[in-house]
């Protein structure tokens, strides 16, 4: 009692949600349901007053009778009496940026877990709510439920981030441990994911890597104290993983994952997302289903790792509601990245440099002779020293064809030295070219600790 | 240049440091080498102008030239013209604590790593601060550098936390790492902490779990929204671990973790330390050495694991970092704990309940006839069901006495279904009294998924 009316007597924060997909359902059930406890550490209550969607009467399992509605998000956040807009819209451009723009015009503060948008507008939306004074804070933008941000951005401030490695979206993440566990291809663990809601209709953002790219470039940004630059990440999906790769990997020691990695090198910075072979010891090889991860390595504390829900209504709305009472108590606090963002110079892109983990490469080699010996010296042409060549016929084919002179291919994997990728991909082209090789080789790095 | 003068116009935070170990001495030269980067992100330098220490000529690889000296911590506290003092004494009382009370005294700031302090008078403390409006931080006194204190009382302030399980003591992972990787004894490997600098001269307070219970009992309070009650942790240490434990907890498929957990139930909230058998799966059987985890169950994420290093200089000074750039941009930010601390409850013990994944029990048995009997049906008249029993007779002990009538104590292995651990020590009691059993039977508790 003496709470309630302690909190009461203050100034509430109020909130405008655009949006109401199943984030923005979550949210408004957990402020109810954690009002009180909420209203204690902000010390004041946190009140939605107005929301905003496509549809005004879809059933989300909340109550919306108390909160102005409003048809056009951007209405809300021009006209609504609102101290913090919350932007749970989606897309990088259109009405969510519109919402965005609008609020921060104003001096609202703004809570968005929408990483697209800040992966292309990043930069400029700060340097706005900066001039405003108002907060822009997207602790749900990355890795859903996972503090990485504050973590970055508060925790580690005194250190300098060496790397961030991270496994960041759940839909590859899902599909991978489906296809190692399960032995099923590619394209029934996508069809899967659909089905369970962890994929969308068309997949091609999460599965092509671009989702991760975007979430790579906002943490590398506050990692380093760069510009967002979301086009310096190298993508590379997994739709070309297959289960032989899998099966190599594993009998090899590793697993294959999705990774977004950011590393500060003297020469600037390389970020790449790409399929990758972790040994099956590291922290990030054990991560599976949907779940997400993040490693750091920083001077000061060395290495840090968090593991929990990337995705999910109520996860990331729990990221917004962190986000909602830092706003309730001190308002917007530092610059909105890791220096005021008008400040905040290009990265320098780090240049290629051979990776001392070497490479797995899987080949569809013409079953006669010279074609291993042609593959073999295009590598050595290009300096690529092998580790191992293991050629795996199925007893199938052997069966068919025992003399293996039936001019059938067969997956043949390599394992590389030390070596770039360019170079990996520049001597493969020529095999191609030789004739001996099947077109859309495949070539995954291989991480060593 | 631009940054250097808006910068040097704000008004600086002064900073007094009273202890310079390893972690004050750290904390200088971080802040000193991130000088300007800090600058940026608090909107303001941050000035160390007063230091103190019990010796003024020891080499600290520091120049503290340019600080005021105080050679008595309180009277820094009490007069040095400093906005925050950090508390690097160390102690549950004595200097540690009249240092903080006289900075709080006079509305100054504290940040501590001093988790022995806040578990005896962390309440007190965080009463006098929040009448002050000064700050009470204390992100390092938990877990090093892992942000753990931010992530429970910031991050999942929207949820409601059920459980807190966590490797909290760097010197007792260590000891059990060792004596499973390099097959030595407790005694060994602890003489080896001590010889690396990961034990104290006495390791009482880490090795019998005191340490532990104090960051629980800190973590248990944050999370369930309670006043700190150290006292009701139940609390065991590693001591009585012997290699037959290690090795046969492996052979199981667990490893034994000194865990500290704190549990929320219907009835009250749970804290335990105790050593624990913890299936080698789990994301807290892979964390070797001196790093610390703590996994949290709450209602919205769900499952977070941060995972770190839990002690070191450098480490922990990354923690004081982060809690002074907090105080640097705004002041005392929210109650000390999840509530105002004079509103905080007692937490209710939750009463002794079965616990699911039943108990290992190794006793020294008499090996002769009658005596495997005898404490079978002791568990049996305590309701208890064993789920297996294995004796591991040496081949050396049989060689000696092949009829096994000769009277010699062999280790038996013993693993209940669900009980309660008072019920299994209640048996072994009477099993001792029996005479065919030694005294002091290993009891650990067995977590599974």
């Known amino acids: 009692m003496g709470h ?3 909190t009461i007597m203050k100034t509430p924060l109020r909130i405008g949600v655009a949006g109401l997909g199943t984030v923005g359902a979550s949210l408004l059930r957990l402020l109810a349901q954690r009002r009180a406890a909420l209203g204690l550490v902000a010390g004041r209550p946190i009140d939605v007053v107005a929301v905003s969607a496509r549809d005004r009467t879809r059933d989300r399992g909340v109550d919306l009778s108390g909160y102005t509605w409003f048809d056009d998000p951007v209405a809300l956040a021009r006209e609504a009496e609102v101290d913090c807009v919350v932007e749970l819209i989606g897309g990088s451009d259109g009405p969510a940026k519109a919402t965005v ?10 809570v968005t877990a929408n990483k697209a948008l800040l992966a292309a507008h990043g930069m400029d939306l700060a340097v706005e709510a900066e001039r405003r004074g108002a907060a822009l804070a997207f602790e749900a933008a990355v890795a859903g439920g996972i503090p990485v941000i504050k973590t970055v951005r508060e925790s580690l401030v005194g250190n300098e981030i060496t790397q961030i490695a991270g496994i960041l979206n759940g839909t590859c993440n899902y599909i991978l441990s489906r296809m190692e566990q399960d032995n099923l291809s590619f394209e029934k663990c996508l069809a899967e994911a659909q089905k369970l809601g962890y994929a969308e209709a068309d997949p091609t953002f999460d599965v092509d890597g671009h989702d991760t790219a975007h979430k790579l470039a906002i943490l590398a940004s506050l990692a380093f104290g760069g510009r967002i630059d979301a086009d310096a990440v190298r993508v590379e999906g997994i739709r070309s993983i297959k289960q032989i790769d899998i099966r190599m990997a594993n009998r090899l020691g590793y697993r294959i994952k999705l990774l977004g990695v950011a590393v500060r090198t003297a020469d600037g910075v390389e970020q ?12 990030l090889a054990r991560v599976m289903g949907v779940t997400n991860a993040v490693n ?3 001077n000061a504390v060395g290495e840090l790792t968090l593991v929990g829900p990337g995705a999910g209504g109520d996860a990331t709305a729990s990221s917004v509601i962190a986000d909602i009472v830092d706003i309730a108590q001190a308002g917007s606090r530092g610059p909105v990245f890791a220096a ?8 320098e892109r780090a240049p290629v440099k051979d990776h001392p983990g070497g490479y ?3 080949v569809n080699l013409l079953d006669k002779p010279g074609a291993a010996a042609s593959v073999v010296s295009r590598m050595a042409e290009a300096g690529i020293s092998l580790e ?9 084919a052997a069966e068919r064809d025992p003399t293996g002179r039936s001019g059938a291919k067969v997956p043949v994997i390599l394992i590389t030295y ?11 082209q020529k095999a191609v070219a030789d004739g001996f090789v099947g077109s859309s080789p495949q070539v995954i790095r291989i991480e060593r600790n």
């Not at 030390?418 to 520049?426: L, S």
């Open 4 to 6: 309630a009316i302690r």
């Open 101 to 110: 723009e609008a609020a921060l015009a104003r001096g609202v503060h703004v």
């Open 272 to 283: 790449r997302v790409c399929p990758t072979m972790v040994e099956k010891t590291q922290p």
């Open 296 to 298: 750091i390595d920083a």
């Open 340 to 347: 005021p963002a008008g400040d905040l110079q290009h990265m």
């Open 360 to 362: 797995y490469v899987r």
């Open 388 to 396: 191992s060549i293991v050629q795996r016929r199925s007893p199938k």
């Open 418 to 428: 030390d070596t770039t990728e360019d170079a990996v991909r520049g001597a493969l």
